[in-house]
């Protein structure tokens, strides 16, 4: 036992002065002859003074005194850190992706072992084997005392790249080489790294190390398949061990909704295991990544990018499709089944249902009225894929020349060239080597591919720029043109193997693998094209804003290069070209890692007992067993006072616990802090507004300090709008006003009360006015919002900026987003003296209540464009800032006067 304040202990030479004084006191009483005795023997006498205190009731006091002297003393009995943090140490700390998911029981160990530490009055160093984001070197720190040092480790996070042992190895030889040697204490995450043999010795040249691990910590990534790139193909990889385990994976959407669950086991002595999940292609284009249930931090992660979706592809039939072997759909299906949702039939049933590619063999489009729909899609965003052959030739309008087509990217010429043959001088042509221009330029050309007939396009001063695929003789092969939003494409032989060998080809497939990409809008970067990052993980694995470290990494190297603190995992690349960096494209396996030194079970550490409290409260306790007996020894009048303060006592104490139970006149929201919405009558608006307002003050109540209850819905002229900081009201075009409404709202607002006025997407306004604080031009909303505000007393309005009070209150904002974007936020002017310059209204057209809204599954359901989940985060800021705002006032720009009260104060 060890105490943290042994100079308390003077306070046993007290002992001796409690047992004189208790002896002294009180005095003998005095005994004196008194003749009428008997007159006073019918008297109640009160009880006898004591000569003297009794044995146990001196041993109760001292035993309280006593009691009290240790409990000051603070005695504490080291368990766990005994003999380990006993001197001034060295603590190295593992704080990559692979720590992550054990993250917690890591601090709770490291502050068992800092609680220790201060108590002996020890220091420590500390080591960090991972790389910060501001790519600083790994370096030892210098020498902390321990509680400083927890300010430093309590707030850390992991970091979403691997540790980095050979740097770590390093800084270690530094610090021995300064002289510096001591107890190491290494918390370790258990994965093994090929520095290890470097890294393990330079820590026993510091001292004794003392590990602490996990044994049984679930070190998993999610991987794409070797040969999955493209597909959702994932792979689970884990360290082995020796009994088989199950997880869940769970495939979500951006905004956090669950599309399926699929359970993965990984069977004992294990390393990975496989696992594809089959999904639509209209559920599957909205998977946003793959997550496991119970594995937190990055590696229980896999973001998904643009390469895993898929695009419905429609194949016209034509009447002789199903030919075995010579079909002109027989070689579109081979290759296009294994990386697209293909659907087959006539054109009016593939225009029922959306579709990215329609793929057109020759003869199908031979109708006018077949022409017009596809062109309208076509001209809609969709991409056409041709194919030439006898029945294109056919219906040429004059000699030499094919028919006039709006589904043709160029002009042709009439016939067909044959390439070969018995009565030809000419042999098949093998492909040019693709343009950088086209998308197939990463693809290469077997030299076995040729073609021995084609339809040539009429020469042309732009035919190089429409042309995506040649001959070595330079004639097209394949070309394209935009038509509206969308583009077709021609390739100038047919689906069959009849007219070139092309459909045989491993090529074949590749280039409608990238026609399909390219339909969707995706030029698919490759080679050196540099992506910069867009968003990235952090210890959480949450998608944050990249720090100013975050490089730009090439397109080739996705998917087989790990993160690193110069390429954090995350989103690169613009929007409709993204890619994804994730943990798991790091190729090492996963290998435990070896022992060093003396290892203990990180899990099992526990912190030192201390008995300091509870020698306090037995005490107190002693002192109250002390005071309750002389109570009862005065008397039945002493005896009637304590039971009555008792009574008082046990009712004071039992009222809180009855404080709900109010008057039904008492609204709920007199005991909390609530947030409003007024019923617009409309059931979907009014479950967005309560849905919205209750995920803002779920969000509030997590930031800060602020204790929101339930949202209320209310009607004003009913309800007493007074316990109300903030009252959300969305604008309808059927909304109408009363004049006990706008008494109502008037009286709120007179006594501090701000109103948050919502058109929920439709911009009111244009301009403000003076006089009725808007003018619009919005069908139907903006005379709603003329109509219920008429009479209210608006004061003369402003667009909010980032130099309104209302704009840093709580968060910096430069934008005030909700559901949408881009539309203006209307204040009162500030400097107005109403309402101490507090404006009495905020009005907009975001939509807050939608990005706000949580469903009773935890979900958000509504998803903010354009920018998702990084717009939600800002639009919950701006409602932070809007409640703050309307619970603490101006008090921000109250900080302008601090100068001038110091001065003041300081004469």
Known sequence: ????????????????????????????????????????????????????????????????????????????????????????????????????????????????MLDHLSRGGHSARLLLTARNDALDTIAV?????????????????????????????????????????????????????????????????IGPVHEMRLPDAAITLLSPTPTGEGSLATRLRAVPRAVPRTWQLRLETPTGGTLGLLPVTLPAGADHVDVTPDLPAEMRNRL???????????????????????????????????????????????????????????????????????????GTLGSPDSRKKVEAWIRAGGTLVRFAGPLLIQGADSPGHAPADALLPVPLMGGERVLGGTMSWSKPERLAAFPASSPFHDLEVPDDVTV?????????????????????????????????????????????????????????????????DQASGIDTPAGTTLLAPYMVMDGDGTLVSPPAGAQAL????????????????????????????????DPAPLVAQSAVGTVSDLGGQVGDITIGPLLMVLAALLLLADGAVTVFQRGRKWTRRVAAGMILCACVAHGPAHAAELPANVPAAALETRLAYIDTGHAD???????????????????????????????????????YPLIYWPVTADATTSPARTAALNTYMRHGGILLIDTQGQDPATAPDS?????????????????????????????????????????????????????????????????????????????????????????????????????????????????????????????????????????
Not at 696 to 712: E, F, I, K, M, Q
Request: proline share 10%; hydrophobic share 40%.
């Open 1 to 112: 036992m060890i105490l943290l304040a042994p100079w308390m202990l003077l306070g046993l030479l007290a002992l001796p002065v409690v047992w004189w004084l208790l002896h002294a006191l009180p005095p003998a009483p005095r005994q004196q002859s008194f003749p009428p005795v008997t007159l006073l023997a019918s008297l109640d006498a009160p009880p006898p003074d004591a000569t003297s205190a009794p044995p146990w009731r001196l041993l109760l006091r001292c035993l309280a005194v006593l009691g009290l002297v240790l409990g000051l003393a603070q005695p504490v009995f080291p368990r766990g850190q005994a003999g380990v943090a006993d001197a001034d140490c060295l603590i190295v700390l593992d704080n990559g992706w692979a720590a992550a998911s054990s993250w917690p029981q890591r601090l709770h160990a490291l502050d068992s």
């Open 141 to 205: 720190q210098p020498a902390r005392q321990a509680d400083m040092l927890r300010g430093v480790i309590d707030p850390m996070l992991p970091r979403p790249w691997p540790v980095d042992r050979a740097a770590a190895a390093g800084a270690l030889a530094q610090l021995a080489g300064q002289g510096w040697h001591g107890p190491v204490i290494y918390i370790a995450d258990g994965l093994a790294s090929p520095a290890d043999p470097a890294f393990d010795a330079a820590l026993a040249k």
């Open 288 to 362: 946003d990544h793959l997550s496991l249930d119970g594995v937190t931090g990055p590696a229980g992660l896999r973001l998904l990018d643009e390469r895993e979706r898929q695009r419905p592809v429609g194949l016209i039939a034509g009447s002789s499709s199903d030919t075995p072997l010579m079909g002109s759909l027989f070689y579109l299906r081979r290759a296009l089944q294994p990386g697209a949702e293909l659907r087959e039939g006539d054109l009016d049933t593939l225009l029922s249902r959306p579709l990215s590619v329609i793929i057109a063999p020759d």
């Open 452 to 516: 021995s007939r084609q339809v040539l396009a009429q020469p042309s001063t732009d035919l190089q720029a429409h042309s995506w695929a040649r001959l070595t003789d330079g004639t097209p092969l394949v070309t394209h043109a935009a038509l509206g939003r969308g583009q077709v494409v021609l390739f100038h032989v047919t689906s069959t193997a009849e007219w070139s060998n092309l459909p045989l080809s491993g090529l074949f497939v590749g280039m409608l693998q990238h026609l399909i």
């Open 554 to 585: 090439r397109a080739d190297a996705f998917g087989h290069t790990g993160p690193s603190p110069e390429h954090p995992p995350g989103l690169y690349g613009p929007r409709n070209s993204r890619r994804a960096l994730n943990p798991g494209d």
């Open 685 to 723: 608006i009014d479950t967005v507004s309560r849905e919205g307002l209750q995920g803002l003050s779920d969000y509030v109540n997590a930031r800060t300090s602020a204790v929101l209850g339930h949202p209320d819905g209310v009607v004003p002229e009913r309800d007493d709008l007074s316990y």
């Open 771 to 907: 006089a009725s604080g808007f003018t619009g031009s919005a069908p139907g909303t903006a005379a709603a919002l003329r109509r219920m505000t008429a009479g209210l007393d608006i004061p003369p309005l402003t667009r909010l900026d980032n130099h309104h009070v209302l704009s840093h209150t709580f968060y910096l904002l430069h934008d005030f987003p909700g559901r949408y974007d881009g539309m203006p936020v209307w204040v009162a002017q500030e400097g107005d003296s109403t309402n101490d310059g507090v404006s009495p209204v905020i009005i907009g057209s975001n939509d807050w209540a939608h990005a706000w809204a949580v469903d009773d599954s935890g979900n958000t359901p509504y998803a903010p464009v354009p920018d998702g989940a990084e717009q939600r985060v800002t639009a919950y800021r701006f409602g932070v800032n809007a409640v703050i705002y309307a619970l603490t006032g101006n008090y921000k720009a109250d900080q302008v006067h601090v100068p001038a009260l110091l001065k003041r104060l300081g004469e």
